[in-house]
């Protein structure tokens, strides 16, 4: 049986989408939750969900903001490589991924990427760097 005592649950949302994390002892008589661990689970939660919201922009805008198609490909490799760093929980590898490709995008700015594509995609780009220094 589990008590108030033993539980504590933190909400939160990001776009479409709600969370909510529980934490409860395993053990009754083991006392208090940890709540700085929960709180800590939640905050990382938060930041692959704010990453995964940017990954589903970029899947759905790279292909019509970027119509030269071996930039397209060029820059989708990147980020394919980055999501398999991700997933794998190599997140240090997985920023060296998206640097490369800020750099390929910065370097095709004014040529292959208009301004208003640049714009999206690197904001996109920085918030998934902003969430991953978080959790390396």
């Known amino acids: 049986e589990i008590t108030d005592a033993d539980t504590i649950e933190i909400a939160f949302s990001k776009e479409r ?3 909510l994390v529980t934490g409860y002892s395993k053990f009754s008589n083991a006392g208090m939750v940890d709540r700085s661990f929960v709180k ?11 990453i995964g919201i940017n990954l589903r922009n970029f899947d759905s805008q790279l292909p019509t903001l970027i119509t030269n198609k071996g930039i397209l490909q060029s820059l989708q490799a990147k980020l394919n490589a980055y999501k398999q760093n991700h997933f794998k929980v190599q997140y240090k590898a997985g920023l060296n991924n998206i640097n490369a490709f800020i750099h390929e995008l910065n370097a095709q700015r004014g040529k292959h990427v208009s301004d208003s594509a640049y714009q999206t995609l690197k ?3 920085d918030n998934i760097i902003t969430s991953l220094n978080s959790l390396i």
């Open 123 to 125: 904001g996109f780009a």
């Open 17 to 19: 989408y709600a969370f």
């Open 40 to 50: 800590n689970l939640a905050y990382k939660a938060e930041k692959k969900a704010i």
